[in-house]
């Protein structure tokens, strides 16, 4: 025990809690844009895949870091706009279209990679590009702070930019108020003249831009390569934290990060001689118990009302 | 001479499949009017609100506004033109505030889509002040009345420069007083020269706040009528388009061999704080129709579950035909003869997804003869199905439609008519005709003294004081969770009498509420 104390309580482990959870925050936010606009995105794990071998893929054709990442977010949005096509025009139900996206993704990706790789495992013998990281001078020198927030993956600083930008859009601005609008009462909505379809459509598009961020960080920054289901349920993560978060955004940013807390203890703990079966159900059980506390909680909020 | 702000002339509008739901209606609207649009359900007049306020495009015929031609395509240009329309079902969303729900759509910003709230606020603030629509601004609209939540809608309509403002079925979620703040206000609206587009089926309210009224019925205009021109029965004529029963004590008939049918003997619901039913003793007996009156939420919703056995008592005794029930099931009351229209059509009345045949046998689902030994006579169920059908004369495509897809009337016709076919010796009828057409009113009604001919006990539960008046044959007022007047003689009795228990004004000394129970 004091063994884990010593590895948690260092400047180190800050850091790993931002490495790991930089695509646990873009599955969160993906699911908030969505949820807010009343559509629920369930296929953000199947996304993140995707995009994840499209930045591969991409930047090996391109030879360039820039170019694999538009065509992992264009793949993203691509099967964003799917799933909205599915479930607003052809009026089929969302979950139904989520579970057929992300099944269809974790073997497509696989055939993709044997395509392209000859590998079925990983795309290792693909020189694909990364995205560089970015030290920042006068950050370095401030203990823990340089640590944490210098010398990151230039998909972590977008990241930040997205956890300032996006509650500023929703809480601020015209365009965050209709689309609460919209995910709230979309009678209501469309009652004053606000158009929820184009709504909708513009929230799955940046839905589908964050989830392929986060899928093109896994494979040009966390790693370097491309292994066949390597998004690991880090989407459902994200969905979950937006569920328990509701429409607070601090709610969703607080449990993401509590989610990436258990994702770093096991990439510390990795390093240990404890068993890494064991270990790698570690995130999956937080996720659980948080639902479970969260719902005991909700359960006797609820009570306290209804008396 | 008035001006006239909007006119309709010869519109038409048939829908896709053929369904005419307007024809050849010449309305004129003059500036500084309260204008009410009269007719049952499926008569036309959302299709025509719907037309005035761009959502439809009309077939035929076209809208002068302000003496030019218009046509709008969605109801932002009708918006934009000054009409302004409240819906039946509100407009908002909970969790919001009302300065967000008045301005979403339509946001006072500064720089770059950013939201002036501080301007948003000052602005719905001096919109509240002047038309005197007082709410706090600030408030969550989930924490307001039904009365408050409907100031909120007028407000984002006047808040959109709305000159006209159309209401569908205001009052329909408003208790009395609610209605009665609303009317003031709709009067100041007037008097500041806003025009109002009253829709309603309720003919005392549209009398009493009218100028002029327009009847439609089956689609096509009855004619415009000054307020004073016609008196509550003509219009209501004028709307079902057949003469009505003008008193419904002529339908009664005599009933011999009178029995104690239902027995409740100091009944008392209480939680931590408070009494919500308290020491309440009745009887009735066969043949007899017993009227509870009173405000909404004086306990006679309460009191009616508690009977049904779908709702909680503290103490006190039940009886049905002397025998005691109130720890009995709702199966187990139900066999003995209890039947129960209750008040929550949609939430209790009946599963709205699932078919008219099924609805119509879910009270008694499991008898002999339409449960075969296996499987459900399905057989047996249509026939029950399509003879209450005929004999309710419920209008349906078929007994497989979907419950909530009929008007309100037909769908309470379902209650009554599953409720009726087990031969009730009790019945407990909770608002039976409310937001209900009054050709359905009507035909519900004379199903209910049908009963009562027949020998059955009724408990009838009305919000309405003229039915409870001309329905029952001893009357109840229950004020604060307490029965406040028995009332047997109630030829002598007027609604104002009534008004006065009904307010704890005045209150029955306890020799006289004796009465209630039979000894």
Known sequence: MAELMSMILTEDFLATIVRVGVPLMFASMSAYVAATSGLLNIAIEGIMLMSALMAVLGSYWTQSAVLGLLIAIASGILLALLLAFMTMRLGTDPFLVGIAINTFTSTFTIFLLYLFSGNKGISASLPSK?????????????????????????????????????????????????????????????????????????????????????????????????????????????????????????????????????????AVLSRSDVSSDLLTTVPYFGVLFGVIAFSVVNYFKRRKLSV | MKETILELRNITKVYHNGVVANRDIS????????????????????????????????????????????????????????????????????????????????????????VDYKEAVKRTRELSEHYHLDVDVLSKIEDLSAGEKQKVEILKTLYRNAEIIILDEPTSVLTPQETETLFEELFKLKEMGHTIIFISHKLNEVKRISDRITVIRSGECKGTFENDEVDLLQLAELIVGRKLLSSYSELKKDVDDKKEILRVEKLYLSNKEKNILENISFSIRSGEILGIAGVQGNGQSELVRAIAGIGPMSSGEISLSGQRIEKLSVKKRRELGLSYIPEDRLGVGVATTAPLCDNIISSYYDRADINGHFFMDRRKISETANNLISKFTIRTNSIYTAVGDLSGGNMQKVVVARESNTDPICMLAEQPTQGIDIGSSEYIRTQLIEMRNRGAAVLLISADLEEVLSLSDRVIVMYNGMISAHLSNLDKISTNDLGLYMLGIRKQTSDELKEALYE
């Open chain 2, 27 to 114: 309305i004129s609207f003059e500036k500084g009017e309260i204008h009410s649009i009269v007719g049952e359900n499926g008569a036309g007049k959302s299709t025509l609100m719907k037309i005035i306020y761009g959502i439809e495009s009309p077939s035929e015929g076209e809208i002068i506004h302000k003496g030019e031609k218009v046509k709008f395509r969605g109801s932002m240009e009708a918006i934009h033109a000054g009409i302004g329309m409240v819906h039946q079902h509100f407009m908002l969303i909970p969790t919001m505030s009302v300065v967000e729900n008045i301005i979403v759509g339509d946001e006072p910003s500064n720089i770059r889509g950013i």
């Open chain 1, 130 to 266: 990364v995205l560089p990281t970015i030290n920042i001078g006068w950050l370095e020198k401030i203990p823990i702070l340089g640590a944490v927030f210098s010398g990151q993956y230039l998909l972590t600083y977008v990241c930040f930019a997205f956890i300032i930008i996006v509650p500023l859009v929703i809480q601020k601005t015209k365009y965050g108020l209709r689309l609460k609008a919209c995910g709230l009462n979309a009678q209501a909505a469309s009652s004053v003249g606000i158009n929820v379809n184009k709504m909708q459509v513009s929230a799955i598009v940046i839905s589908g831009l964050l989830a392929a961020l986060g899928g093109a960080y896994m494979t040009m920054g966390y790693l370097s390569a491309f292994s066949r289901n390597m998004i690991a349920g880090r989407g459902w993560i994200g969905f979950a934290a937006q569920a328990m978060g509701g429409s607070s955004f601090i709610g969703l940013s607080l449990t993401t990060l509590a989610f990436s807390f258990f994702q770093a203890i096991v």
